[in-house]
């Protein structure tokens, strides 16, 4: 069954760009009938929605993250990353990558990798 | 933007007790509405999209209603397993989506 996990540093420094990666295993990125995201969840408080990618490339970020957010898509290696740049300790979190499954008119984080704590520190 | 509220922020309930969670939305989202359960230090998962439907493999003491800005999230029967947080979320305002501030459930 299809699979995702995060990888990536789980200290960055204040300043610093944020990168991880989502590996998707068990089914293709490539998959016309599917999006990929992020979001993430600061320590004890809710779901914050990042951003989305198709495999074509085509990307949508959260307005109040935009400035600062890149995600990309490596599909020969069954990946898509995200960077952060310009962290601050707000940006701790659980950042969490997600299949998002398109049956129109709905549309639904139906995968979830297990989630990857990054911390903002000095 | 969409703002997303639901009620009650905390619960506890005693097994086999019905729960009701109230989600309202700031404006009309039809019935654009999933729901998902996240347990301590696990990821959320999925349990009702458009609103009413129950995805697969998801029990039948679960269910949804609502539209327009009014939903509504009931567990017909708590078990000791559904303690968790539940959160809605809009996708009204595509490519964007919002989630609700969810509600805690406990046993009493």
């Known amino acids: 069954q299809l699979q995702l996990q995060e990888s990536g540093p789980g200290l960055v420094k204040p300043s610093e760009t944020l990168s991880l990666t989502c590996t998707v295993s068990?089914?293709?990125?490539?998959?016309?009938?599917?999006?990929w995201g992020w979001i993430r969840q600061p320590p004890g408080k809710g779901l914050e929605w990042i951003g989305s990618?198709?495999?074509?490339?085509?990307?949508y970020y959260n307005p109040s993250l935009k400035s600062r957010v890149t995600i990309s898509v490596d599909t020969s290696k069954n990946q898509f990353s995200l960077k952060l740049s310009s962290v601050t300790a707000a940006d701790t979190a659980v950042y969490y990558c997600?299949?998002?499954?398109?049956?129109?008119?709905?549309?639904?984080?139906?995968?979830w990798g297990q989630g990857t704590m990054v911390t903002v520190s000095s | 933007d969409i703002q997303m509220t639901q009620s009650p922020s905390s619960l506890s309930a005693s097994v086999g007790d019905r729960v009701t969670i109230t989600c309202q939305a700031s404006?009309?989202?039809?019935?654009?509405l999933n729901w998902y359960q996240q347990k301590p230090g696990k990821a959320p998962k999925l349990l009702i999209y458009?609103?009413?439907n129950l995805e697969t493999g998801v029990p039948s003491r679960f269910s949804g209603s609502g539209s327009g800005t009014d939903f509504t999230f009931t567990i017909s029967s708590l078990q000791p397993e559904d303690i968790a947080t539940y959160y809605c979320?809009?996708?009204?305002?595509?490519?964007?989506?919002?989630f609700g501030p969810g509600t805690k459930v406990d046993i009493k």
């Open positions: 997600a299949r998002l499954v398109v049956m129109a008119p709905a549309h639904a984080f139906d995968i």
């Open positions: 068990g089914g293709s990125i490539s998959s016309s009938s599917y999006y």
């Open positions: 990618i198709y495999y074509s490339g085509s990307t």
């Open positions: 404006q009309d989202i039809s019935n654009y």
């Open positions: 458009d609103a009413s």
């Open positions: 979320q809009q996708y009204d305002n595509l490519p964007s989506f919002t």
